[in-house]
């Protein structure tokens, strides 16, 4: 049987993550399933959440995205100094 859970305690949970603890944690800490948490951030913010690997993922990516602009910029640069 599910049990309803007070605003506050939904509140506080939702901050927490925003705030970069993880939702397996905080599911542990508060008896809450990772399930309901992600439930919350869904209609909090009205999209979907970006697990933890997504974002390294996305972050390595966007690291390497720079490194390459870096590069191509560089040797404009240099292509310019040529001529």
């Known amino acids: 049987m599910s049990r309803r859970i007070g605003k506050a305690i939904k509140e506080e949970v939702i901050s927490k993550v925003q705030a970069g603890e993880r939702v397996v944690e905080l599911a542990e800490q508060y008896g809450i399933s990772t399930k ?45 100094k040529l001529k």
Do not use: P
């Open 36 to 80: 309901t948490i992600y439930g919350w951030l869904r209609q909090d913010t009205g999209e979907g959440v970006v697990s933890m690997l997504q974002y390294n993922k996305l972050k390595r990516e966007n690291e390497e995205l720079k490194r390459l602009i870096g590069e191509l910029t560089l040797n404009m640069h240099l292509q310019k």
